[in-house]
């Protein structure tokens, strides 16, 4: 079955600092995607990044990176240089590709970490 | 593109009343998503549609909630009669049909029944 898990409820880390953000997938099946969301405190949920399971290549944007491993089953996020601005839950997400649910791409998200970067 | 609309912002009831929270997602999308977020149960998908066809609606609380789609602009989740168990905040998102396309997400409608 499908299932997210993001094992850090919270994080505080002081401005500046580096720090990264875990996510453990299952799935059963080898075509799926993986996505990060950030939802800061005004609420709304801003994607971040997408990654199919066959491209393993690692991302960087800016401060911000991504880990794709598919031999431990992670898609680990982390942020360099930590700024008060990223201070907000953020949720990792699996997608299969759904022959079990009409071929379309429902979500599953984790539960989310909330990031706190002190000044 | 002004992304995906909700309204209202915020909507306040009292127990019983109807509840109908709308959704415009972004043009040319063919899926659409209702999602519930609480703090207990976290992010929810309540039902989804595609080509304003209702695909999955295994995540609808009860038969007091209802979701349409009229059209490929338009949709709507009614909540009636409405309970203060149904506190919380609810997102529209809507993607296109490209294989594993992001999902676009609403500014939510944070909804309170007293």
């Known amino acids: 079955a499908q299932k997210v898990t993001q094992a850090q409820t919270e994080i505080s880390v002081v401005e500046k600092e580096d720090v990264t953000l875990d996510c453990v997938y299952e799935t059963r099946d080898t075509t799926y995607y993986l996505f990060w969301y950030k939802q800061p405190p005004s609420g709304e949920l801003v994607f971040l990044i997408r990654?199919?399971?066959?491209?393993?290549q690692n991302e960087i944007s800016g401060r911000y990176s991504w880990n794709f491993q598919k031999s431990t089953s992670s898609f680990n996020f982390t942020i360099t240089a930590s700024q008060v601005v990223d201070s907000a839950v953020y949720f990792c997400a699996l997608s299969e590709y759904g022959f079990r649910t009409s071929g379309t791409y429902k979500y599953i998200f984790g539960t989310g970490t909330r990031l706190k970067v002190l000044a | 593109d002004a992304g995906v609309i909700q309204s209202p912002r915020h909507e306040v009831t009292e127990m019983g009343q109807e509840v109908t929270l709308r959704c415009k997602p972004i043009?040319?999308?063919?899926?659409l998503f209702w999602y519930r977020q609480t703090m207990m149960r976290g992010l929810e998908l309540l039902i989804y549609f595609n080509n304003n066809v209702p695909i999955d609606d295994s995540g609808m609380p009860e038969d007091r909630f209802s979701a349409k789609m009229p059209n490929a602009s338009f949709s709507t989740l009614k909540i009636q009669p409405s309970e203060p168990r149904d506190s919380a905040v609810y997102f529209c998102a809507s993607r296109d049909d490209r294989d594993g396309g992001e999902q676009f997400f609403g500014p939510g409608t944070r909804l309170t029944v007293l």
């Open positions: 043009s040319g999308h063919d899926y």
């Open positions: 990654r199919n399971s066959f491209d393993e």
